[in-house]
């Protein structure tokens, strides 16, 4: 009788525990052919391979661990040779192994608490978010990216129509810049002749802190933010040594205040964002990054069409930097979804500068193929001249293949 009572226990328990725990993920190849090669780089074939796997554990009824891992591998170099575990993302290259979030998230009553490795996005854009301090990406490619997790205690609190968001980072988590001697980073003629060397980071030991208050009303909601910390996204410092050029990035003392909103209409719903970043130390510059935006949906259509704009209220004398963000101020930008039955979508994504110097569209069609396969295939197109943001990746037009399989 004992060893029945047991065995039932057992069983039960190993139910309870099947319940509790909940997994996903999936293996990706991307294909990328470049028709162009660049100054820097001759690569026309880039393949990657991708292991992305999520698992979760609800341990109590109030508490709850997430976890999730990438394994990496690729022909060009993108991804470290050396084998490492990451847990902050930190290194030049794509680590073969990372902690891409590892967390716990505890809920009372109106409070929840997250603390760990995780994704915190704030905005309401759809392409260029000004206010999303705490999500850096991977700019390896600098026009197809991913958000990068940042080690935070996170806390929430909703009551009604108001939520209160409170984030504390302790530690940096930057984007991950385009490697030097690739096609993503475009040097002026005259610099290839001049032996460049990366001498790594110097960054900010100071922890990093942001609050955003988001009000829902009658027909509209609105969001206020502060953000304390550092820009993800570097400035450089150049020195001149015998053996030629030592390059080190850094990242500037910033403060941020934000507003975000969207306002349901009968034929469109309108979004705005902006931030205002000032400078404490006089090492950027201070200015203002807004975006309008006009979204409907119409069937099986989702059509996104806005403008990025960009006010600059004082302006330091470091032209050496890297800022996406900035670098798509002054553009229009759009985006078309139709999905095509359950299986099938197409989708064009683009943006063109006003001055019309430099522009990039994406056009993407995926499919379903059984139901644990994913076939993705897209094409960029990038246009535009040297000296704009966009236009200077002009050699960088590619067509992609993505073959997925989910389990």
């Not at 004398?317 to 800022?323: M, R, T, V």
């Not at 293949?401 to 989910?406: D, K, V």
Request: glycine fraction near 8%; charged fraction near 20%; charge should be positive.
């Amino acid at each position: 009788m004992t060893w029945r009572l047991a065995a039932v226990t057992l069983c039960s328990a190993g139910v309870v525990l099947a319940q509790a725990f909940s997994q996903r993920g999936y293996v990706e190849d991307l294909t990328t052919l470049f028709p162009q090669t660049a100054p820097n780089d001759s690569a026309h074939i880039v393949s990657e391979l991708l292991l992305r796997w999520d698992v979760s554990y609800q341990l109590t009824p109030w508490l709850k661990l997430n976890g999730s891992i990438d394994g990496r591998a690729d022909s060009h170099r993108q991804v470290s040779r050396e084998w490492t575990v990451s847990a902050d993302d930190r290194s030049l290259r794509r680590p073969p192994l990372a902690l891409r979030r590892f967390s716990a998230i505890a809920n009372r009553g109106k409070f929840t608490f997250e603390a760990g490795r995780q994704f915190i996005r704030w905005g309401r854009a759809d392409i260029l978010n000004p206010v999303d301090r705490f999500a850096p990406k991977d700019y390896l490619n600098v026009v197809n990216t991913d958000f990068l997790g940042v080690i935070a205690g996170r806390a929430t609190y909703e009551s009604g129509a108001n939520t209160v968001d409170v984030v504390w980072q302790p530690w940096f988590t930057p984007s991950r810049t385009p490697l030097l001697n690739q096609r993503w980073t475009v040097l002026p003629e005259t610099v290839p002749a001049i032996p460049i060397k990366d001498v790594g980071a110097d960054y900010p030991s100071r922890s990093q802190f942001g609050a955003r208050w988001n009000h829902v009303g009658r027909g509209y909601e609105a969001a206020l933010s502060y953000f304390d910390g550092y820009n993800h996204l570097p400035l450089f410092r150049a020195g001149i040594q015998l053996d030629g050029v030592a390059v080190q990035r850094y990242y500037p003392r910033l403060r941020l205040y934000g507003f975000d909103g969207a306002l349901p209409t009968r034929w469109v719903t309108v979004k705005a964002e902006a931030a205002y970043f000032t400078s404490i130390r006089a090492q950027t510059d201070e200015y203002l990054l807004y975006v309008l935006q006009l979204e409907r949906q119409q069937g099986a259509f989702v059509f996104v069409g806005g403008y990025a704009g960009e006010l600059v209220t004082s302006a330091t004398a470091n032209p050496l930097q890297f800022s996406p963000e900035r670098g798509l101020a002054r553009t229009f930008l759009g985006r078309a979804e139709y999905t095509i039955g359950t299986d099938k979508t197409v989708a064009v994504s683009g943006a063109a500068r006003q001055n019309g110097r430099g522009s990039w569209m994406r056009g993407e069609y995926s499919q379903i193929l059984g139901s644990n396969w994913r076939a993705t295939a897209g094409v960029t197109w990038i246009h535009g001249y040297e000296n704009d943001f966009l236009g200077q990746y002009h050699r960088n037009s590619y067509a992609s293949l993505a073959l997925r399989y989910s389990f």
